[in-house]
């Protein structure tokens, strides 16, 4: 059986920077390559969010919500949802960001692009 000083010894290893920097390390290139995959998903949608609120002349930190409501849906898309339930959630998220003072008409643009017709 271990004792309170070999428990403490152990846990106190697991963080010691270097080891630490070398799990890092070992697991850098696929940490880049997701992180890419999933930034490229989100920046596609950003840009076609842009494109919405440069055509109604949305300005400054307005803009912020219809990005972050752009996101929850398509993070939403990426984590597996799809179709009925996907919708579903956009309905939500509709409900909240137009609580928060976005515009209705904008809000279901935005959902547009996904594929998703809010009522």
């Known amino acids: 059986m271990r004792t309170d000083a070999d428990r403490s010894e152990k846990y106190t290893a697991k963080y010691v920077p270097t080891t630490v920097g070398l799990k890092i390390a070992s697991r850098l290139a696929g940490m880049k390559s997701g992180f890419a995959a999933a930034a490229s998903h989100f920046v596609a949608y950003d840009i ?14 307005s803009r912020a919500g219809y990005y972050n409501f752009a ?39 935005v959902a547009l692009i996904f594929g ?4």
Do not use: C
């Open 48 to 61: 076609q969010v842009q494109g919405i609120l440069n055509d109604d002349g949305v300005m400054g930190i």
């Open 116 to 119: 998703i017709t809010i009522p």
């Open 71 to 109: 996101r929850e849906i398509a993070g939403k898309e990426y984590r597996g949802s799809a179709g009925v339930a996907l919708k579903a959630d956009a309905v939500v998220l509709h409900t909240k960001y137009k609580a928060y003072g976005s515009d209705d008409g904008i809000l279901k643009s």
